[in-house]
């Protein structure tokens, strides 16, 4: 493995995916550098879920490939290449209401867990060990993202922004090399959003996860992430640090037009 392979911890070569007629992402080049945050950034439309959603497995890609760690993810199923490091959340909230916050969590580490069905059925000693070892990892996940003393409450009680650090905690249970996070700070407040600006550079830190977000919050963007990839019409039309896109006048164009200028533009 090359030097610039160890560096990236995921690349996407010539990554095309169409629906009939619309093509949705098309030909994208990318190397996600290790251990950094990343932000996929693009108007509505651009293609940036459909691109999350290659990566996770969720649509195949017509042509192209995805590699973690210089191995292919191509055609693997979601649950496998969890299992191989890389963990998401979604645009729209997906917890399990009804279960307690902590029960959310544990299941995000099922993939882990050694535990079968028989030994399940029996209550064997080891079965009860791993359950007890998963509830206190559950609970330490909590307090890292501040929602211990909720951790009996029902998910659904939680205030949206709660919610939303559940669902990185859950996420977190996986014990991801890459997180991907869709749209994080869609519908929150501003203090909410300061709250999560610094629970991710936190996990990019302490943890050394790397990061990937779509967010359509520029301030938030520009202040956390390392390196930009823009997509409109499913297409790269700019990459690099904050300061390159921010002053890009492709960027400017794709989010205010042609008339634009660049004092205008609010990234």
């Known amino acids: 493995m090359s030097d610039h392979q160890e560096h990236n911890v995921l690349k996407v ?8 007629g619309l093509t949705a992402v098309n030909g994208v080049n990318f190397d996600f550098p290790k251990g950094q945050i990343s932000a996929v950034i693009g108007p509505n439309g651009a293609g940036k879920t459909t691109f999350f959603n290659m990566i996770t497995g969720i649509y195949v890609p017509d042509k192209g490939n995805i590699e973690l760690d210089g191995e292919s993810i191509v055609n693997i199923k979601p649950d496998r ?15 399990f209401g009804s279960m307690t916050v902590l029960e ?22 080891r079965v009860r060990h791993e359950e ?14 501040g929602l211990a003393e909720w951790y009996n409450e029902e998910a659904s009680s939680l205030s949206y922004g709660a919610q ?3 669902e990185i905690a859950r996420a977190l249970a996986a014990k991801p090399k890459v997180l991907l996070l869709d749209e994080p700070a869609a519908g929150m407040n501003p203090r909410e959003t300061s709250e999560l600006t610094g629970l991710i550079r ?5 943890l050394n996860i790397s990061i990937i977000l779509i967010e359509h ?6 202040e956390l992430s390392h390196h930009i990839l823009v997509l409109d019409h499913g297409e790269k039309i700019a990459e690099g640090g904050p300061e390159d896109i ?7 164009e794709a989010y205010l037009g042609k008339s634009a200028v660049e004092e205008e533009i609010q990234i």
Do not use: C
């Open 13 to 20: 070569t010539n990554l095309m995916k169409r629906f009939g």
């Open 81 to 95: 290449i969890t299992s191989r490091g890389i963990a998401r959340t979604f645009q729209n909230i997906r917890l």
């Open 104 to 125: 959310n969590v544990q299941v995000g580490m099922h993939i882990h867990l050694k535990t079968g069905i028989v030994g399940t059925l029996l209550n064997l000693p």
């Open 132 to 145: 007890h070892d998963a509830q206190r990892e559950a609970y330490r996940l909590l307090e890292y993202v």
């Open 164 to 166: 939303r650090r559940l």
């Open 202 to 206: 936190r996990i990019q830190q302490e």
């Open 217 to 222: 919050d520029m301030k938030l963007v520009m």
């Open 246 to 252: 921010r002053s890009n006048p492709k960027v400017i």
